[in-house]
């Protein structure tokens, strides 16, 4: 099969479902293959990083959106993404990320821990109400969804009570990050985008009215104080801060535990070591990647892998294969949490390095000690079903038996031991 043919497969319902065969047909080309006129699909993961660090390559301007989607401001979903920092080159992209970079910084995420645990728990108490008698629950539903957007709403903050609307108007939103999407799929996305362009409205004019301590407020003061941020930047980045604050997050829960479920004797020694949840968050992050591949379009011609990369290339960079790359990671399909990892490039790299990445691991390490160790019963329960999305590779539902609830513990322990293997 050659690479146009092997792309075409990963581009199926089928290679969406499970991509890891294709990479491989595709790796076996080299690391960097074309795949169509003026089109490549990089799966190395010393290209995919050079290539994210070079400033030679761009994500997609207004210039070649009018070149490819003339239409493409009529679209509420795509001219949304256009103007948020996701689809943003320098310097506008660096002016917009300044913005709202004092709300990731460590020390910040940090001092969120005992937020997070707290949240975790009343979600676990919970699934271990509605679980009573082994009754299955949608882990979905009830837990990876939940935590991370509690977590973005606080920082924003948007009121507990509309957190519920959120996730089918992301889901929906979302379709425009696939490389491939049907006019139908733009219609739904167009419609994702346009509630939560409207949530926010209304949101914004609240905070002029009354200010409060959080990261919608800083914004708006951004806007209203000159020319830091327009108006459209202003509405467009809150949505992406919303979305992007949950949909890794969700994905990364969904598909890290699972994974756990699938390997009993690493999961139990997570349950003896909560201390080492940081290596294990690495390593499923790396092992199936919330996020599976990002884009960039060539500036001026330039070679990676040994191939020519004309102006104007578009570039797929595979993130999930690049995680896989044996070069990097010695048998990249067994899931090790005790292998000698290097930073996997679930979150990117470069100047669009995913800005939530330290609060997302923080929220998957808190999420896998507290189930594990609270539910220590926790399986799966009949068949998950897997979202049909290539570029965020989570699942629909994932149905579980909870078992007995215990006690609250402490999860503090110090990093360092070396943890026993199964």
């Known amino acids: 099969m050659d690479p146009a043919e092997t792309f075409a497969t990963l581009m199926s319902p089928e290679g969406r ?3 890891y065969p294709a990479y491989e047909r595709l790796r076996a080309h080299g690391p960097v293959v074309q795949t169509g006129p003026g089109v490549y699909a990089v799966t190395g993961y010393p290209e995919v990083d050079e290539l994210l660090r070079d400033p ?3 994500v997609s301007d207004d210039k070649w959106r009018d070149m490819m989607l003339p239409q493409w401001r009529d679209s509420p979903a795509l001219s949304t993404i256009a103007r948020s920092m996701l689809e943003t080159n320098p310097p506008d992209h660096s002016r917009m990320r300044r913005l709202a970079a004092g709300a990731f910084t460590p020390r910040r995420i940090a001092a969120m821990r005992d937020v997070v645990a707290a949240q975790a728990d009343e979600l676990i108490e919970a699934m271990a109400s509605a679980g009573r008698g082994g009754r299955p629950v949608d882990f979905m539903a009830d837990f990876a969804y939940p935590l991370p957007v509690a977590v973005i709403c606080a920082l924003l903050g948007v009121p507990a009570a509309d957190r519920p609307l959120f996730r089918r108007w992301a889901a929906d939103l979302t379709g425009v990050l696939e490389p491939e999407i049907t006019w139908d799929e733009l219609v739904v996305a167009d419609a994702g985008a346009t509630e939560l362009v409207g949530y926010f409205t209304e949101l914004v004019a609240a905070r002029r009215r009354r200010p409060a301590d959080d990261l919608t407020t800083a914004l708006v003061q951004a806007h209203d104080a000159g020319d830091r941020l327009t108006g459209d930047e202003l509405l467009a980045n809150l949505v992406v801060l919303l979305v992007a604050g949950f949909e890794t997050t969700t994905n990364l829960l969904g598909n890290g535990l699972a994974v756990l479920l699938a390997h009993r004797g690493a999961a139990d020694v997570l349950r003896r070591h909560p201390e080492h949840a940081p290596a294990y968050v690495d ?12 884009s960039r379009t060539s500036s001026e011609t330039l070679r990676a892998g ?3 990369l004309p102006a104007g290339s578009w570039v797929l960079l595979l993130l ?4 896989r790359d044996a070069r990097r990671y010695p048998d990249p399909a067994r899931f090790d949490p005790w292998r000698a990892l290097l930073s996997p490039l ?6 669009h390095y995913c ?3 330290g609060l997302a691991r923080l929220e998957g390490q808190v999420a896998f000690t507290r189930l594990l160790r609270r539910l220590p019963a926790l399986a799966l329960s009949g068949t998950p079903r897997r979202r049909s ?3 965020l590779r989570g699942y629909e539902t994932l149905p579980v038996t909870v078992g007995e609830l215990a006690p609250v513990a402490d999860h503090g322990a110090p990093v360092g031991a070396t943890p026993d293997t199964p």
Do not use: K
Request: avoid cysteine; aromatic fraction near 6%; hydrophobic fraction near 40%.
């Open 346 to 351: 679930s979150f990117g790299a470069g100047p």
């Open 389 to 391: 999305r290539l570029t």
């Open 283 to 294: 390593e499923l992050l790396r092992y199936d990647s919330p996020v599976q591949l990002t």
């Open 355 to 357: 800005l939530g990445a």
């Open 320 to 323: 999930g294969a690049a995680n």
């Open 306 to 308: 040994g191939v020519e």
């Open 56 to 58: 030679r390559m761009r």
């Open 17 to 19: 479902l499970d991509p």
